[in-house]
């Protein structure tokens, strides 16, 4: 059984008349890797602040490690390592001497601090420029100094806010392989956020899709395609060969005879079937038996952008019908 690391009971956070989150409840496993999803706004920065203890829940409860980040503020920022939105260095100092200087604040006793910096430098891949100032490298540079920066206390967790940001896709890549690996070789949790979901869905074990302070939904990608496939049916495409315009009614009929919910959009050369569970085998069959050449079969496996998209802007992804 998975072990739950950072838990929150009925968790919000009101600004003013605003509830920047609200009631939120969220289970994050010891050695995950959890994408906090949503746009600008959903609340996700401020859920990040207070599992940290940066920041007091309005209301509920929350729990890292068993202990409240407000109350037992030190044990909790021990065992957390933050990378947050906009990361900053001493410029007078090289990327050794800044990591050097927090290993200093962070009590680490200091013959032990040359070693840990040098290890760490050399795990984010910055070995060879740890003599230069920070103010001197590219921004993924500076994200990964900045992840060996919130990893010199050696934390069992890792929250990272929207650390792809900005970065060129080769430093998203390189930025996403570290995650990957600090995962991998030290089993640490890590938390993302983002709104880039085609990055996140690489790295995340789960994620969790955040809109106006409430969490929509949470689970795997195969999870939440399951969940919204069942809220809002499958999708199936067939196209065809050759002439099929007479036997559009006939199969209409057939089909909504057998799944009565079932919506078609048609073209000139396919058509596009929704039903309330995954059905694409059986539509095939009956397409087939009402003489239909077949030419090409889609079954809807939804990308995290669908779902994202479906979650957050349904008005626009409502399956369309239209009459034969
Ligand atoms: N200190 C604050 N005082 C007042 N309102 C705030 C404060 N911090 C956040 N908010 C508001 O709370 C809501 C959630 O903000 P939050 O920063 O958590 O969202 P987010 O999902 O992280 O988005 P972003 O990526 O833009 O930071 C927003 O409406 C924001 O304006």
Same mark, same amino acid.
């Given at each position: 059984m998975k072990e739950t690391l950072i838990e929150l009971h009925s968790v919000s956070k009101i600004y003013g008349d605003r509830k920047a989150v609200d009631e939120l409840n969220?289970?994050?496993?010891?050695? +995950?890797? #959890?994408? *906090? *999803?949503?746009?600008?706004?959903?609340?996700?920065? /401020? /859920?990040?602040?207070?599992?940290?203890?940066? /920041? +007091?829940?309005?209301?509920? $409860?929350?729990y890292v490690n068993g202990l409240s980040p407000y109350h037992s503020a030190i044990a909790v920022k021990r065992e957390i390592g933050y990378l947050a939105d906009a990361v900053g260095f001493y410029d007078h100092m090289t990327a050794h001497e800044n990591l050097? #200087? #927090?290993?200093? !604040?962070?009590?680490?006793? =200091?013959?032990?601090?040359?070693? =840990?910096?040098?290890?760490l430098l050399k795990l984010v891949g910055l070995s060879s420029v740890s003599h230069k100032k920070p103010s001197t490298f590219s921004r993924g540079m500076k994200q990964r100094l900045g992840i060996a920066q919130a *990893?010199?206390? =050696?934390?069992?967790?890792?929250?990272?806010?929207?650390?792809?940001?900005?970065?060129?896709?080769?430093?998203?890549?390189?930025?996403?392989? !570290?995650v990957r690996d600090l995962n991998a070789l030290f089993g640490i949790t890590i938390i993302i956020s983002s709104h880039q979901l085609d990055q996140v869905q690489k790295v995340c074990h789960r994620v969790g899709l955040f809109v106006e302070g409430k969490m929509e939904a949470v689970g795997s990608i195969a999870d939440l395609s399951h969940q919204l496939i069942s809220k809002l049916g499958h999708q199936s495409?067939?196209?065809?060969?050759?002439?099929?315009n007479r036997g559009k009614s006939v199969l209409t009929e057939s089909i909504i005879a057998q799944w009565p919910s079932a919506t078609l959009s048609w073209t000139d050369q396919s058509v596009k079937i929704s039903t309330p569970q995954f059905s694409t085998p059986q539509l095939v069959k009956l397409?087939?038996?009402?003489?239909?050449?077949?030419?090409?079969?889609?079954? $809807?496996?939804?990308?995290? +952008? +669908?779902?994202y998209g479906k979650y957050f802007t349904p008005e626009k992804n409502e399956p369309k019908s239209s009459g034969v």
């Amino acid at each position: 059984m998975k072990e739950t690391l950072i838990e929150l009971h009925s968790v919000s956070k009101i600004y003013g008349d605003r509830k920047a989150v609200d009631e939120l409840n969220l289970k994050i496993f010891q050695g +995950e890797i #959890f994408g *906090l *999803l949503g746009p600008n706004g959903a609340g996700k920065s /401020t /859920t990040m602040l207070m599992i940290l203890g940066l /920041t +007091e829940a309005s209301a509920g $409860n929350i729990y890292v490690n068993g202990l409240s980040p407000y109350h037992s503020a030190i044990a909790v920022k021990r065992e957390i390592g933050y990378l947050a939105d906009a990361v900053g260095f001493y410029d007078h100092m090289t990327a050794h001497e800044n990591l050097a #200087f #927090f290993a200093s !604040l962070n009590q680490i006793p =200091r013959p032990q601090v040359g070693e =840990r910096v040098d290890q760490l430098l050399k795990l984010v891949g910055l070995s060879s420029v740890s003599h230069k100032k920070p103010s001197t490298f590219s921004r993924g540079m500076k994200q990964r100094l900045g992840i060996a920066q919130a *990893l010199v206390k =050696r934390p069992k967790i890792l929250i990272l806010d929207e650390p792809t940001l900005g970065l060129d896709p080769s430093g998203v890549e390189e930025l996403l392989q !570290l995650v990957r690996d600090l995962n991998a070789l030290f089993g640490i949790t890590i938390i993302i956020s983002s709104h880039q979901l085609d990055q996140v869905q690489k790295v995340c074990h789960r994620v969790g899709l955040f809109v106006e302070g409430k969490m929509e939904a949470v689970g795997s990608i195969a999870d939440l395609s399951h969940q919204l496939i069942s809220k809002l049916g499958h999708q199936s495409s067939i196209w065809w060969h050759g002439e099929f315009n007479r036997g559009k009614s006939v199969l209409t009929e057939s089909i909504i005879a057998q799944w009565p919910s079932a919506t078609l959009s048609w073209t000139d050369q396919s058509v596009k079937i929704s039903t309330p569970q995954f059905s694409t085998p059986q539509l095939v069959k009956l397409c087939v038996e009402h003489g239909m050449s077949i030419k090409q079969v889609q079954s $809807n496996d939804l990308t995290l +952008e +669908e779902i994202y998209g479906k979650y957050f802007t349904p008005e626009k992804n409502e399956p369309k019908s239209s009459g034969v």
